[in-house]
């Protein structure tokens, strides 16, 4: 059964980093595109970043480029989402994504940016 396990959210003040990991179980994880979703409240659910199997390509939301890093580790089965020079405006619920056939969620992890 397909099961995505987002750890590592937390409190952290403006301009700080925060690294968040999806731990990935019941498919084929290298053959899987990932993607990294946030929801701030009261806002629709955003696509912030995207890795392609091997981990060769990657796309990110124009909000984050330059600040957030998408990256997998396949023999792990983990995919990760570094956060630099974080912003009051990336404080959200993040959540990993996999689609096979239809979407699949974790639980998702919060994230807040506050001084």
């Known amino acids: 059964q397909v099961q995505l396990v987002e750890s590592g959210g937390g409190l952290v003040q403006p301009g700080g980093s925060l690294r968040l990991s999806c731990a990935a179980s019941?498919?084929?994880?290298?053959?899987?595109?990932m993607r990294w979703y946030r929801q701030a409240p009261g806002k629709e659910r955003e696509l912030v970043a995207q890795i392609s199997n091997s981990g060769g390509s990657t796309n990110y939301a124009d909000s984050v480029k330059d600040r957030f890093t998408i990256s997998r580790d396949n023999a792990k089965n983990t995919v990760y989402l570094q956060m630099n020079s974080l912003k009051p405006e990336d404080t959200a619920v993040y959540y990993c994504n996999v689609r096979i056939n239809w979407d699949y969620w974790g639980q998702g992890t919060q994230v807040t940016v506050s001084s």
């Open positions: 019941g498919f084929s994880f290298s053959n899987k595109y």
